[in-house]
């Protein structure tokens, strides 16, 4: 219901007499950050003028230490309060462009009729000169929650104080911009359409911005959230799931404040380019960035040393290529197995049975020669009681293993290459052990002792430095041989299944074409190269092996694009990041990558905590396509017919054929540079592979010459034409897509049904489908 001429007036005209009350305070703040800019400089360049440097004595020691500590304190706290002047003007200038977006007026139970309070919500808090009353109250603030929740009628909400319950009477949303009202309207319990329509019907920009102002009530539920350890959100093509992951992280970092930090808060995202995508949310709400990686990241971070590893979407485009058909039925089979529990249950009778026997070892080798031969090693770690774990037996190992290469130190030092050395080593050297020797009073009357005490410090000097790489890599570890333990379970037919069942009378079941699985594994470890489907089995074999190395600090972990995850994989996150509260999102129908094992992942996932301790919100209403799009794709998938559009209304998908592959590369050309004249601010040509990708933007390059093609290494999200291959399009959206080629020999496997899916989902305005040959199954 629209507002009256009269209202318009009073809301514009408290809008003005606000937006005079922040120019005010920036105005104010912007001359205090001057002048403390000046003090910060000024202590920072007269920092050793002001303190008193006496090193004669203990007292003066003393003395000094405090000076220093008195004036590093004085400039840290001089940085913190400029810090707080910075992160108080960033909001001001925010609300100064659009200080608020909703109002609800609340009557509390019991108090007078007369009695209503105006709460309005914008995305940072402001009270009025006295300290005492809100101007505006941040969308995070508890009593906001209404906003999202309720509409028109009875209300409740927690406080610090209790449950708070009463009546709303108005629930007022705006468009604001520039201290000008553009649009004003009552509502009722969802977010009103108008607000919708102006937000969606815009063009993308190049990054994900934060739309506080149009949160659903069931994405309320996510951002609020704060009982569950594990929350699951199965959420339909633009449905708001990573916005409001987001928008969860700004609210528990306000919720919070003071007893988490950003950098306690992890996002892994599907790619590197969506970490650029969604960067300036957080910054937008007034918080810092949360860290965010890839779990590719993570792995290659943990791999470096051992093997080069395969990355997700070389794993993809190799099952999407591949022409091997000897190896890609062990390959597919091999994938899937590594990804279940099952190969973790493996693993970990596996492990039990190397703490009786077959752990393999490194020799300790020393200018070319072993001096510590692994046998010896292995045989001392088996003489060591079978009931002490593996980590605590390679704890003692490690001891034992550094007495002796003391012990073999000292032998050393009488090798004639010692000599050598010394013979080699320049005037500083001498001068410093004959300084050195001196100090000891180690010097005779006897030249030879001299010369004798002289060489033996040079030795020692020596072949100390020469052993200590050789104590750091056994420090490390590094005698423990785990790539050769990881391949031996590879090794030979049944060799894994004797070991285990000798060492713990458990039977195993294999895969029946575990041989071939076998051999196309130890094909890729011993050229080097880790497969995607065995780095995380790898690391937990590692892992119990070693000991793990969990990361406690971390209080939650958000992961996107959740469907893309092995079962294998998140029993590792929670083994790694213990202490967590996880929040996962994604969309089975999304579901592309054939390492993400079988079935529903989510079902599996919810096996990680008890019931009690996971909720599951599911998002089935779309809002980032036009109802023509969600309604057209919505038909290629099971269950489709249960994603529900947003009432925004566009062009029909279009589907296109082409005699020849010519004519379909010059209209893709001359679509996309029509799209950008028209104002479309990011148009994408997705291509199924990496490999069509390049080939199809090559012959696009002398019609569209602003085009960029998006590759595994794209760090960062721009706006404009690109061509992007299906799997790397996951989590962003574009104004217009074009599906390269929908025909059935591209897209034909009933595997590749998501991905094709997930393809034509980035489309927000409109969508073309171009083909030749015979249209793609999918589609009929």
Request: some cysteine.
């Amino acid at each position: 219901m629209s507002s009256t001429t009269t209202e318009w007036q009073e809301e514009q005209l408290r809008v003005v007499e606000l937006n005079k009350v922040i120019t005010k305070r920036i105005s104010f703040l912007q001359d205090q950050m001057s002048g403390s800019r000046s003090e910060i400089v000024d202590v920072r360049k007269n920092f050793w003028d002001d303190v008193t440097v006496n090193f004669e004595d203990a007292a003066e020691e003393a003395e000094t230490f405090a000076s220093m500590k008195q004036q590093a304190e004085i400039l840290s706290e001089r940085e913190r309060s400029f810090r707080h002047m910075e992160q108080q003007l960033a909001t001001l200038l925010r609300l100064q462009q659009s200080p608020y977006f909703g109002r609800i007026d609340i009557k509390e139970d019991g108090s007078p009729k007369s009695d209503c309070e105006s709460i309005y919500l914008g995305i940072g808090s402001m009270l009025d000169d006295s300290g005492e009353n809100y101007l505006i109250y941040d969308w995070r603030a508890p009593v906001s929650s209404l906003y999202y929740d309720y509409g028109p009628g009875p209300v409740k909400y927690e406080t610090p104080g209790g449950e708070v319950r009463g009546e709303m009477t108005l629930k007022r949303q705006y468009i604001i911009r520039e201290a000008q009202i553009k649009s004003m309207f009552d509502t009722g319990v969802t977010i009103g359409d108008e607000l919708l329509q102006e937000v969606l019907g815009r063009q993308s920009d190049a990054q994900m911005k934060s739309i506080v102002a149009t949160i659903q009530q069931e994405q309320n539920r996510i951002i609020r959230n704060e009982k569950a350890k594990l929350l699951i959100v199965q959420g339909a093509a633009g449905s708001g799931k990573t916005s409001a992951a987001l928008q969860r992280v700004a609210y528990l970092l306000y919720r919070y404040r003071g007893l988490l930090q950003a950098n306690q808060i992890v996002l892994f995202s599907p790619n590197p380019m969506f970490n650029s995508y969604v960067s300036t949310v957080l910054p937008e709400l007034g918080e810092q960035n949360m860290a965010q990686t890839t779990y590719q990241q993570y792995l290659e971070h943990r791999l470096i040393r051992d093997f080069a590893l395969e990355d997700p979407f070389t794993q993809m485009e190799y099952t999407l290529t591949s022409h091997d058909e000897a190896n890609y039925k062990a390959r597919m089979d091999g994938i899937s197995y590594k990804s279940e529990v099952a190969f973790m249950e493996l693993m970990d009778a596996y492990t039990v049975a190397l703490g009786h026997s077959g752990l393999l070892f490194s020799s300790i080798i020393f200018r070319g020669r072993a001096i510590i031969k692994k046998d010896l090693i292995a045989e001392q770690f088996y003489q060591m009681d079978s009931k002490v774990s593996i980590p605590n037996r390679l704890n003692e190992l490690t001891k034992w293993l550094l007495k002796e290469l003391t012990r073999l130190s000292k032998l050393e030092r009488e090798k004639k290459w010692v000599d050598d050395e010394i013979e080699l080593m320049d005037q500083d050297a001498y001068v410093h052990a004959f300084q050195e020797l001196r100090k000891k009073n180690k010097f005779t009357e006897s030249s030879f002792d001299d010369y004798r005490a002289e060489r033996d410090f040079l030795a020692v000097e020596i072949v100390q430095e020469k052993f200590k790489t050789i104590r750091k890599r056994v420090k490390q570890g590094k005698f423990l041989n785990v790539p050769a333990i990881y391949k031996a379970l590879f090794q030979g037919k049944g060799q894994v299944q004797s070991l285990v069942k000798q060492s713990t009378n458990l039977a195993i079941e294999l895969p029946t074409n575990w041989g071939a699985i076998s051999d196309v594994t130890l094909s890729s470890l011993e050229a080097g190269i880790m497969p995607y489907e065995d780095a995380t089995p790898y690391l937990y074999l590692k892992e119990k092996l070693e000991g793990f190395q969990t990361n406690t600090t971390v209080k939650h972990l958000f992961i996107d694009e959740a469907q893309d995850y092995s079962a294998f994989q998140y029993h590792y996150l929670k083994k790694i990041f213990p202490n967590c509260k996880m929040t996962v999102l994604g969309d089975y129908n999304q579901s592309i990558f054939t390492h993400s094992g079988s079935g529903n992942i989510f079902h599996a996932l919810s096996q990680l905590y008890d019931t009690s301790e996971t909720e599951k919100i599911v998002l089935s209403r779309s809002y980032r396509s036009t109802r023509q799009i969600v309604q057209f794709t919505s038909k290629m998938i099971q269950g489709g017919d249960q994603i529900q559009s947003f009432n925004r209304d566009g062009a029909e998908p279009a589907i296109t054929k082409f005699d020849h592959e010519a004519g379909l590369i010059n209209k893709v050309g001359e679509q996309m540079n029509e799209w950008i004249t028209s104002g479309y601010e990011s148009v994408a040509l997705i291509c199924k592979t990496a490999e069509e990708a390049k080939k199809i933007s090559l012959q696009l390059q002398a019609i569209c010459p602003e085009m960029r093609l998006i590759e595994q290494e794209t760090v960062t999200f721009q706006k404009g034409i690109v061509v992007i291959p299906s799997y790397l399009a996951k989590g962003v959206e574009f104004d217009a897509v074009i599906i390269c080629n929908a025909s059935s020999e591209v897209y034909s496997l009933e595997s590749e049904r998501k991905l094709f899916y997930t393809a034509c989902t980035r489309a927000m305005h409109e969508l073309h489908l171009y083909y030749t040959g015979e249209l793609t199954p999918f589609l009929e």
